[in-house]
């Protein structure tokens, strides 16, 4: 540990801290452009000039190093001056399209503007004429104009992706970001370039002129895509009256955290969002000979309570299916595991998720659900049904989610539906199976609940909902009212009235949740 | 008045054949330094002499090469800075082209001293004449044992390569010379680390100037007593002082350090040219701030000249007369430096560009009057803040010709 | 390695990147070994010397643009290249350029239409004792009058 001075706040930080790292550990934003955390120091910008007693030049708080007894000046007016020349000196060229630039209202170039005095330019000359739209990769759009020259994104390539797509060409005034001819950035973690380029420079076409950053809400979630569990912000709009938007999620970014995802996310996360606003189950239906009939949750819940009891009073228990998926979260997968194992004693349990796809040595697994590790800490088998026998063997079959239509055709999942008594539908989505069930019974996406996730490496991170849901009940409330339906003897989680209350309880039970 | 240290063979025909440089006692010094010293020996031998170096910075170079570490799994590195972009400096071209051997004798010495067994001559682009005359040394020595392998058979080998740049004065810059060398854009580094820890290739290097390493020579053979006798006790030996501009004898002068500016202008190259009267000197390459008329009674070492306000630099003197105008001079300031700017950091590529094109506004006749406090302001801006020294190297100049000159200069305003 | 690469080029760049500790680094010996074969750099020397060395296209493009003796397009037989810095600028390097310009009826960066002469200028060429200067290809001219251009450019064949 050292001792410095930070505009006369005394800290005791760490060896080997830079200047900046102290003073955001205490409070003291320094003002920056080309400095990431992720990558090493490029003191290229020269925006986080700072004053230390004793020394005649202003020195880079991103790439100084903390001595004992360094006295630091931030807001002295020399750094103030020296900072308002970078922002002037970058102004001169830049082309303020802030009315039409996607990165208005998150951009540094205009937040540190706005910090350091509305001056006026003096620039007479003329700016320079660059390309205003070169694509650079399926996604991404590079606007030379408002480059800064950060050179964060060819840093990105080169030291987390070393994929080495961009490069700068030319010198001095005329230095550029290019691709090498039509070599667009081709690698799935590209869309991070978007939310590193500190200004306006590279945009996404997937955003781009859909809407302004201050109309969104920007909620903490995490994403389901993969078992990862890369932390994320949801980006939505919540609409004007006048106009109720159909779509309500118009961005997916990445939200830091070292222990998992570092400061990104994989294209896939980020641009697989539409299914949070498309093709959802809106209310239950209790489908009859063609005719659907919209029934609330307190009578869908009589029907499948009155069912499952029948079945068990026959003793029949062996005929009640119940078609599990890891999309589901620790506390629902928990509470599945009482109610119908534990609680009912069912055997036939088993699990449908989306098929297994390739990954990359990053952060993508070959797991395409968040939750897998969670289903084996709360040790729920983890069988795959076969058809054929579940349709010989099922009175009652209880579905969880839609992934039974990626893994069967529906001519197979007809035939084996057909063929068992009642089925019931729990589903955010609606598909192929909604024809094939008696009750379809919506529920709300990760992105619209509260819950934990088990990722790859077993670490459980809990979530708030990110997005309001209207559509349907969580799943953990569905089987909390069912457990309670059917009297089963664990009195306790009738109580239970939230998920953090939920992972509570089942610290108590496993220690892996503790 | 000269004190031939550097240039005292160069009237000889052919003294770039190592045949010919031999007769004239060459190579006496590295067989002094490999067969009777330890490198120990030779490092104290050169940090007394108070060879500074003679590249610009004029950081002595016995201390530069006792930053590298004695113990290091990594190889080490000796490069010759012979970049010579400076305007105004050619004395490199001439010590490489007349006296070959020399500079690799100083090389080996050092390389020798450093415990380093690979050495490249980063030369610019345009001296491709002089590379190959390099080259052919290179090979003559090898042939008679003072390179490659097992040298003067003591069991020290050492390689030299002869590396061309491609027209590109930052890579002047050491660390952007590191960088051209490794095949990149020469884009300057953040220091630290310095290249005496992390330099070519992440290894331990030293860069040293062409002519600093041709004077350890010298100080092999005669002592550091000797050679910092022959200049000053702070700031040791001759320098080569290159004189161009409206003189009447351009060219290399080699006298001792702290020679008065007068008498290098006045009787070392002949005066005025055409009986021209003097304006204005740049006494050190075109980064030194501008020296006016009555300015030049002052020795020629580094701290005369920086108390001066000015530098020594590379010891390129450019002379101007009165009748050259001095938005001339300021156009070829900010050409030069917005044309060389690397691009890298935000003052110096949008700053030098910013003041070039206000400096052609003027002297397309649309000058306007507060532009020349625009300049001196944005040259302000950029002063100390810039990644490397070529930001200093563009506003010092510029500052001290506007601020020397102000009142010409916005005679040239028309608005 | 491209066939229409001679013999001798790919034997010499052989030799060049032997003496690098790592390859990358004979990326400039590489781009005038090239060119001088060539005459510039084109996007398909430019993959050629990419391939060699084992870099992205692109580190190589950076490069090549950067310095200002790698050409992206060829130029004439000879390409006059006259110092416009200060020492050359004082001795009357802008009469200098003028005359040029007059004599082979080209503006600066043109070439003639028989492509014999390329003009550009230059920054400080380290010959400013012989100012004003200029370089034809890589030979120097010192001293330059209008006499001595006349003689100069009768000398080009």
Redesign the interface.
């Known amino acids: 540990m050292v001792k410095i001075f930070i505009d006369d706040k005394e800290l005791e930080v760490s060896n080997g801290l830079t200047i900046l790292r102290a003073a955001e550990g205490a409070g003291i934003p320094i003002p920056h452009f080309c400095y990431h955390p992720a990558f090493a120091p490029e003191g290229s910008c020269r925006m986080c000039l700072v004053e230390i007693s004793g020394l005649p030049k202003l020195e880079l708080a991103c790439s100084t190093v903390v001595r004992e007894g360094m006295k630091i000046l931030t807001a002295s007016e020399k750094v103030i001056e020296a900072r308002k020349a970078v922002l002037e000196f970058l102004l001169a060229e830049h082309p303020l399209d802030c009315p039409i630039c996607d990165k208005a209202g998150e951009c540094k170039l205009q937040d540190y503007f706005e910090e350091y005095g509305f001056f006026a330019s003096r620039f007479k000359e003329a700016k320079e004429k660059r390309e205003k739209k070169v694509q650079i990769s399926k996604n991404l759009i590079l606007d030379r104009e408002r480059c800064i020259l950060c050179t964060r994104c060819l840093r990105f390539l080169s030291e987390i992706t070393k994929t080495q797509d961009v490069g700068v060409l030319n010198r001095g005034i005329h230095s550029e970001i290019a691709v090498y001819e039509s070599n667009f950035i081709d690698n799935h973690y590209a869309g991070n370039l978007a939310e590193l380029c500190p200004v306006g420079a590279i945009t996404d076409t997937d955003f781009r002129f859909k809407t302004r950053a201050w109309f969104l809400v920007k909620k903490e979630s995490i994403c389901p895509m993969c078992s990862r569990g890369c932390n994320i912000f949801i980006d939505s709009h919540p609409g004007f009256a006048r106009t109720p938007l159909a779509q309500r999620v118009y961005r997916i970014r990445a939200r830091e955290n070292q222990d998992i995802n570092s400061f990104w996310i994989c294209d896939f996360g980020r641009y697989h969002y539409s299914y949070i606003d498309q093709g959802r189950q809106e209310r239950i239906v209790l489908k009859k000979e063609a005719k659907d009939t919209e029934l609330s949750w307190e009578k869908a819940l009589i029907i499948l309570a009155e069912k499952v009891k029948s079945l068990v009073y026959l003793k029949k228990k062996s005929r009640i299916g119940v078609i599990l998926n890891t999309w589901l979260t620790n506390e629902e997968l928990y509470l599945a595991d009482k109610v119908f194992k534990k609680g009912l004693g069912l055997e036939n349990i088993y699990v449908v998720d989306p098929p297994s796809e390739k990954g990359d040595d990053f952060l993508l697994t070959e797991e395409r659900t968040p939750n897998r590790r969670g289903l084996k800490e709360v040790g729920l088998p983890d069988l795959t049904p076969d058809l054929g026998k579940l349709a010989l063997q099922t009175d009652l079959l209880l579905i969880f989610g839609t992934f039974l239509v990626g893994r069967f055709s529906v001519t197979e999942l007809k035939s084996a539906f057909d063929k068992i008594g009642t089925k019931f539908l729990f589903a955010a989505h609606k598909s192929a199976l909604d024809s094939l069930v008696d009750v379809v019974i919506p529920t709300p996406l990760i992105a619209e609940k509260g819950g934990s996730l088990t990722n790859v490496n077993g670490k459980v991170q809990s979530f708030s909902p990110a997005l309001d849901n209207s559509l349907g009940l969580p799943e953990w409330k569905l089987l909390i009212d069912l457990a309670k339906e059917l009297k089963i003897n664990h009195k306790p989680f009738w109580q239970l009235s939230s998920p953090q209350a939920i992972l509570e309880e089942m610290g108590r039970g496993i220690p892996f949740f503790k | 008045m000269e004190e031939k240290i550097l240039t005292k063979d160069f009237g000889l025909k052919n003294l770039f054949k190592i045949k010919v440089y031999l007769q004239q006692g060459g190579y006496k010094a590295v067989k002094k330094a490999l067969e009777q010293m330890r490198p120990a020996e030779i490092l104290d031998e050169v940090k007394k002499a108070n060879l500074r170096g003679r590249g610009g910075a004029g950081f002595p170079a016995g201390v530069k090469w006792g930053f590298v570490p004695q113990k290091t799994d990594k190889?080490k590195y000796l490069c010759v800075n012979a970049d010579?972009?400076?305007?105004?400096?050619?004395k490199d071209?001439y010590i490489m082209s007349h006296n070959p051997h020399l500079l690799l004798e100083g090389v080996i010495i050092a390389s020798f001293a450093v415990g380093i067994h690979?050495a490249f001559i980063y030369i610019?682009?345009?001296?491709?004449?002089v590379a190959d005359r390099l080259e052919e040394a290179i090979a003559e020595a090898k042939a008679d044992g003072f390179l490659g392998k097992n040298i003067l058979e003591i069991g020290f080998d050492l390689?030299v390569?002869v590396?061309?740049?491609?027209?590109?004065?930052?890579c002047g810059e050491e660390t952007a010379l590191l960088e051209?060398?490794?095949?990149?854009?020469?884009?300057p580094r953040?220091k630290p680390p310095f290249p005496a820890s992390i330099g070519l290739?992440q290894c331990p290097t030293v860069i040293n100037n062409v002519e600093t390493l041709a004077n350890v020579p010298a100080i092999i053979l005669n002592g550091a007593d000797w050679f910092v006798k022959k200049g000053l006790p702070k700031d040791g030996g001759t320098r080569i002082f290159?004189?161009?501009?409206?003189v009447k004898n351009?060219?290399?002068y080699e006298l001792p350090i702290g020679t008065n500016l007068r008498k290098i202008i006045f009787e070392a190259a002949g005066g005025m040219k055409d009986g021209k009267t003097l304006k204005a000197v740049?006494p050190g390459g075109?980064s030194a701030p501008i020296l006016k008329a009555d300015e030049i009674d002052l020795a020629m070492d580094f701290d005369s000249l920086v108390e001066a306000g000015s530098m020594l630099g590379s010891a390129?003197v450019?002379?101007?007369?009165q009748e050259?105008p001095i938005l001339?001079?300021l156009k070829?300031?900010s050409?030069?430096y917005?044309?060389?700017?690397?691009?890298?950091?935000?003052?110096c590529?949008?700053?030098?560009?910013?003041i070039n094109?206000?400096v052609r506004?003027i002297a397309s006749g649309q000058g306007?009057k507060d532009d020349v406090d625009?300049i001196i302001c944005l040259a302000e801006?950029i002063k100390?803040?810039?990644?490397c020294p070529l930001g200093d190297a563009a506003a010092l100049p510029i500052l001290s010709i506007c601020r020397k000159f102000r009142q010409e200069l916005e005679g040239q305003l028309s608005r | 390695m491209s066939p229409e690469y001679s013999e001798l080029l790919r034997q010499r760049i052989a030799e060049v990147i032997a003496r690098y500790p790592k390859k990358e680094a004979a990326l400039l010996p590489v781009l005038h070994l090239v060119q001088r074969e060539t005459g510039s750099i084109s996007p398909e020397e430019e993959k050629f010397i990419a391939g060699i060395l084992d870099l992205k296209p692109i580190k190589v493009r950076e490069v090549v643009t950067f310095y200002t003796m790698i050409l992206r397009q060829p130029l004439g037989k000879y390409h006059v290249q006259v110092c416009s810095n200060l020492s050359c600028t004082l001795l009357g390097a802008g009469t200098i350029i003028d005359y040029l310009k007059e004599k082979l009826g080209i503006e600066i960066g043109q070439t003639t239409p028989d492509k014999k002469f390329s003009l550009s200028t230059v920054e400080c060429l380290g010959a400013c004792e012989q100012a004003p200067c200029l370089m034809v290809n890589f030979d120097y001219y010192g001293n330059l009058d209008k006499e001595r251009i006349d003689r100069i450019l009768a000398s080009l064949t």
Not at chain 2, 84 to 90: H, K, R, V
Not at chain 2, 242 to 246: A, E, K, P
Not at chain 2, 318 to 321: K, N, P, R
Not at chain 2, 384 to 387: A, N, P, V
Request: one cysteine or more.
């Open positions: 190889p010579e972009g400076e305007p105004g400096t050619f071209r690979s610019r682009g345009e001296y491709e004449a390689e390569v590396h061309r740049g491609a027209g590109a004065y930052i051209s060398l490794e095949g990149k854009s020469g884009h953040l290739f290159g004189v161009s501009g409206m351009p060219g290399i740049i075109m390129a450019i002379v101007i007369d050259t001339e001079v070829a300031v050409k030069f917005s044309h060389e700017s690397c691009g890298q950091c935000t003052p590529r949008i700053g030098i560009s910013w094109k206000i506004r306007e625009a801006n100390g803040k810039t990644l």
